[in-house]
């Protein structure tokens, strides 16, 4: 299983809940970025990201008296170790890869893991991933088109100039440059058509699966879900938010603007999923 994103549309809560579930073994790094970087192949920033976490997670180990804690935190620095030796090779080796997924799978139906910068990719590259195995269902997630642009620009703030010492202020100018055509990485991000298409083009319908975050926590579309990936429906735990971004208040005049520049989102997904959650029609002071 591969989990597509979208970005800040509860992917972190989704592959919590698998993580959770006896049927599924997803390891624990949540975002591998393997078929991104071979993309991009941008292995310094993957080798430099993964090596500054792992010193991270050395130091947490170190400093703990816990048993449990330390197993767990020994547990995740053997993953960032696999991950390292793959992205040091500098080049593309999906039998490591899928190796690094299936290590202490046991008798596990589901494996797989979760990265939303694999919804940036090509059709081509979302062939691949399909030929990797005989079964490989694709998870996708829309969330209401501001909210989740405006969740995913103040996730973002913290890494700007300045964006820690006035947040309000650089979320609103990532906003208006963004409205003004900038931040690509983000507007890509937005693009629900673009993924959409490329995932109808390269991923058969019985293996593609998209959901929308406003139902995402109801027993209804966790059933749809469970089925669709062969695992049985378990409890799950609707109340706990992950890395929930700063709450940043934004004028109805800049969400307008955004509603009608993202207008052609809207219309794609009404026209090829029916009647949208009541969410995305929300008041403009709702986002």
């Not at 890494?159 to 820690?164: E, N, V």
Request: hydrophobic share 45%.
């Amino acid at each position: 299983m591969f989990g597509l994103g979208a970005t800040r549309a509860g992917t972190s809560w989704l592959n919590r809940y698998l993580s959770d579930h006896p049927e599924c073994h997803l390891r624990e790094i949540k975002e591998a970025h393997y078929f991104d970087t071979l993309d991009r192949g941008s292995f310094d920033f993957q080798v430099k990201l993964l090596s500054n976490r792992k010193a991270e997670l050395d130091a947490r180990r170190v400093g703990s008296d816990n048993p449990r804690q330390r197993a767990r935190l020994a547990r995740n620095i053997a993953a960032h170790e696999e991950l390292l030796a793959i992205f040091n090779a500098r080049r593309a080796d999906h039998d490591a890869y899928l190796a690094y997924l299936h290590a202490d799978a046991g008798t596990a139906r589901v494996v797989g893991e979760i990265t939303p910068a694999y919804a940036l990719l090509g059709a081509d590259w979302l062939r691949l991933m399909h030929g990797l195995a005989p079964v490989v269902r694709f998870v996708y997630i829309l969330r209401e088109p501001v909210a989740r642009l405006w969740s995913n620009i103040r996730q973002t703030v913290p890494q700007r100039l300045g964006g820690r010492d006035d947040p309000q202020a650089t979320a609103l100018a990532m906003f208006d440059t963004w409205l003004a055509g900038g931040e690509r990485e983000i507007d890509l991000r937005s693009d629900y058509r673009g993924v959409l298409e490329r995932m109808a083009a390269a991923i058969p319908a019985r293996d593609r699966i998209v959901l929308f975050y406003e139902t995402l926590f109801s027993d209804e579309t966790l059933d749809r879900l469970c089925d669709f990936l062969g695992i049985r429906t378990l409890p799950a735990d609707t109340d706990t938010r992950m890395f929930a971004a700063e709450p940043l208040p934004i004028d109805p005049a800049r969400v307008a603007a955004a509603r009608a520049r993202l207008a052609p989102q809207y219309d794609f997904v009404r026209d090829h999923f029916g009647p949208l959650p009541p969410a995305w029609s929300a008041r403009l002071n709702e986002v």
